[in-house]
């Protein structure tokens, strides 16, 4: 099942949630440094990459002090590749898998490559609402997805979208 909520994604009750980073675990937007303060140090020293790691990929860390025990961050951009659709769906597939991998049932994921310099929050939405509607994969994980935004017109543009993805 997945659903759309107006809430702030550090608190939302999930088993991970999904944290777009760049190549080098930085955040993408300064709304995620929220996450980073919330999760202290535990989940800041888990921050550290020793290299870059590739654009669509996705990694799984600890929560530190965030309501969600783990964290999966799903790689968007590095220095040399910029977001895209293309790094949108990639990441958000191999989020998906890692969360398969683990027997994760809950994800809590905010719109993915949005922000400053970014995709357009429709065209992220697209590409979120496409990609999550094989969900629950074939393994029966995740079998619920929680798409975390922060306003009501992003929540309807959600909401449209995956309904009309279902269709």
């Given at each position: 099942m997945i659903r759309v909520?107006?809430?702030d994604l550090a608190f939302v009750g999930a088993d991970a949630i999904v944290r777009p980073a760049s190549a080098l675990l930085e955040p993408t937007t300064p709304t995620l440094r929220r996450l980073e303060q919330i999760g202290g140090p535990k989940f800041w020293e888990?921050?550290?990459a020793e290299r870059e790691l590739a654009v669509g990929s996705a990694v799984v860390t600890g929560g530190g002090d965030l309501t969600a025990e783990l964290v999966i961050?799903?790689?968007i951009r590095s220095a040399t590749e910029p977001v895209s659709r293309d790094s949108v769906r990639r990441?958000?597939?191999a989020a998906l898998q890692r969360a398969a991998d683990w027997q994760l049932a809950h994800l809590a994921i905010p719109p993915l490559g949005i922000g400053a310099g970014n995709l357009p929050l429709e065209d992220a939405a697209?590409?979120?609402?496409?990609?999550?509607?094989?969900?629950?994969?074939?393994?029966g994980y995740p079998r619920d997805v929680t798409v975390v935004v922060d306003t009501e017109e992003e929540q309807h543009l959600f909401q449209t979208l995956l309904g009309s993805a279902r269709s």
């Open positions: 909520v107006v809430d888990q921050l550290r961050h799903a790689i990441a958000l597939t697209r590409v979120m609402t496409e990609t999550l509607g094989w969900v629950p994969g074939p393994t």
